[in-house]
């Protein structure tokens, strides 16, 4: 079987989070005359060693997914990175560590993030990747333009059974799956000989969010039965 050759790779990971907004983008660059490889992460990532001379449009920048982009720039590719997560409520240490790293921007060409606060605090160490770093808006929120209101409107009346409903937000990697052999066997989340206390007060932490979250799932069901 040979490479797959194309202008783009984008890649989306969850239909009722990501495939909107990215097949947007792949649209856009349709527009432009870009040829587009656009489908699930999951089978992408699994073709990625047939994947050459193209620009790989990524949605994660963790730390966790270093080897995968290195095994994409084996084949000349380049790698984009339009990090839809940067938002989340990690300390800026935490987060140039971790979404960030020195190993990471030296093998990404471009690293999109919507947190401004981020660039403006960029530690010296990174700084020589500054233009690298661009600062732009997070697809996951412009989906919710008016420009594209007709597209979210046929998402509502799929789902008409639910006008009025109550969001609870959760953490779905981690307070939903709170176990010992989640936190204790996955030694890429944190290394256990560094960080063992951590690991452990982490785990209690996760444990006490998922019975919070349980509690208030009871209670707002019995308060509100008509939306819940």
Known sequence: MGFFKSSYVVPYEIENR????RLILSLKLV??????????????????TLIKNSIYVALSSYHTLLNFYKSLKKNNNKIVILDEENLITLKNQHYYKQRMSKKLMEISDLLFISDEEKLLNIP???KRF????????????QILNRKYKNILKKVFKKNKNFKNYI????????????????FYKNKKLINP???SFFRKR????CKEMFFINYKLIKFLSKRFPKIT
């Open 18 to 21: 990501d495939y909107k907004s």
């Open 31 to 48: 527009d432009q005359g870009k040829d587009i490889i656009f489908g699930r992460k999951y089978e992408i990532e699994y073709y990625s």
């Open 124 to 126: 010296n160490d990174l």
């Open 130 to 141: 500054q233009k690298k770093i661009k600062f732009t808006g997070n697809i996951r929120f």
């Open 167 to 182: 969001l609870i937000c959760t953490s779905f990697g981690n307070f939903n799956h709170f176990n010992k052999k989640y």
């Open 193 to 195: 000989a560094r960080h």
């Open 202 to 205: 982490y785990y209690q932490y």
